[in-house]
């Protein structure tokens, strides 16, 4: 079964128990562009209680804003209870959520109209013109963009986000609205925040979506960002092609180790965002191919649109680890090495080994630490 089939389940057993739901959001947006959606997300006029009762592998996920997840055959669907949102007083949260609204108030709340339609019966409901703007490819707010930015202003990063995965662009009062609301996502988590820009440099038209995050201004309120860093970054001719690399190509024009400290990203994505900025510095050889996990170099090769050699590049390897090395410590001990002198004697051994300056042989190695122990004055 597709994923919409079970949706259509999920509707059918809801409407069996007389209620109401549809599918919602991104995945309209993707059945109208005619591309599949990643995840299908429902809306109901039941509540997140009633939903929980009709199936029986429920998680309540977010319920205070009314959202279960419905699990059929292992697969996850978020279902949310129609709702409203009460006023925003400080830009980033609703000060409440009311459940028990109509599908069209529900649809009101949404960010843009081409997310705010709703999806039922093989029929698209389309109460704020979403179709037209995905036919014009323009991104508009649902309602003034300057009440709706005032609201929540991550809606600014969301909309440069959906500008560079559509190729689309933004209306204009949407543009007008950004220029001078942009400083309320200062006021905005900063992981939010992280997550739409990923979402931005991963998408097709990224180079467009920066530039008009300069001509807009909004790049002044996220971290470490020039307007010098954003230009480097669009004249670089290798493309973002996952979180990691994205970062690692600020990174590498940042030239600072410590840039992406405040966008509190995870020590994994941080990781690999230094390592593949290193290695744009450097380029490969020997040492970095046998230092980088595989999934890096492949990464590094796809951000410069090549082939990717890096299975071939590690095979080709003398060794791919310390282990395979035919000398340990406890042979280091054995020749009368100790602590730091051990430490430095096997990468001597190991770097030699991996740029074939010396065959991995154990009577070779042994001879070969004994020397070097000697002018380290060890033996
Ligand atoms: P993606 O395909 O990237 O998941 P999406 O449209 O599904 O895109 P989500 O962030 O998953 O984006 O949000 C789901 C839906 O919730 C959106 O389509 C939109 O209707 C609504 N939404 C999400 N964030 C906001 C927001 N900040 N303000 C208003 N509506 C929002
Ligand atoms: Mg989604």
Redesign the pocket.
Known sequence: MTEWEYAKQIIETIEQHGGEAYI????V??YVLGSL???I?LATSLFPEEVMMLFPKSVPTGIEHGTVTVIIDHRPFEVTTFRSEGSYSDSRRPDNVALGVSLEED?L????TM??MAFHDGQVVDLYGGQHDLEERIIRTVGSPFE?FN??A??IM?AL??MS?LDFALHGELREAAKELGHKLEQIAMERIAIEFE?LLTGPAYKKALAEMVDLGIHRYLPNVSTELMRQVQQDERTPVDAASGWALFLHHAIDDTWLVPWKRSNVVKREARTLARLCETGLNEMNIYATDEHLLSTYFKMHGEEDLSHELKQSLPIQCRKELKFNGRDALELGARGEAIKQLLANLERRVILQKLPNHETVLREEAKRWLQRAGVS
Not at 24 to 27: C, I
Request: proline share 4%; aromatic share 8%.
């Open positions: 919602v959001g991104g995945a947006r993707d959606p990643d995840d997300d649809l709340r949404r960010d843009f997310n705010a709706r609201e929540d991550l809606r969301r986000r959906f995965q979402k």
